[in-house]
């Protein structure tokens, strides 16, 4: 409960506005009660993105876990990926810009999470390859690309979604699953 009360505080006021105070007031506990479980606002920053990549991880867990074929496997963990970006730029306003601006601190508590969204794409590789569907000389190389690539959409997507047309956002993320699919090459042969 701390840590929603702590995200939806810093998503409107931004972190540098909010005290611990702020968030033991909005939450109707005592600044010690917060105490005992945070030593202090940054923790408690750490602990709200931390709780954010782990919803994230949930969802693009669900889609590894459907029973489908691997590229229509890959393409919707592309999606949910997108739809989760866009859910948290909705849900958490200043507290992404935040995230930008410290972007340092947050790849810090991020990297438990590209950990594990790796072997996620790995495994969806691995099922690929399996089911005769994909080929790849290196699938731990190719999943850390895929992993890396996944991550450099992020601020442009974001950037689209707060910016952009609809429709244009739509073509944003087709042409990710093409040149994911297809490539640069006009015939793929």
Known sequence: MLIDVARKIFATKGINNTTMNDIAKASERGRRTLYTYFRSKADIYHAVVTSELNNLYKKLQEVADKDMPADEKLIAFVYAR???LQTLVERNGSLQADMFQDVWRVEKIRKDFNIRET?????ILQDGIREGIFYMPDI????LLLHHALKGVEVPYIRSFMTEAPSRRLKRRENVVHLLFNGLRINNE
Do not use: N, Q, S
């Open 119 to 123: 072997e996620i794409i790995r495994k």
């Open 82 to 84: 997108l739809d989760a």
């Open 140 to 143: 731990d190389m190719t999943a």
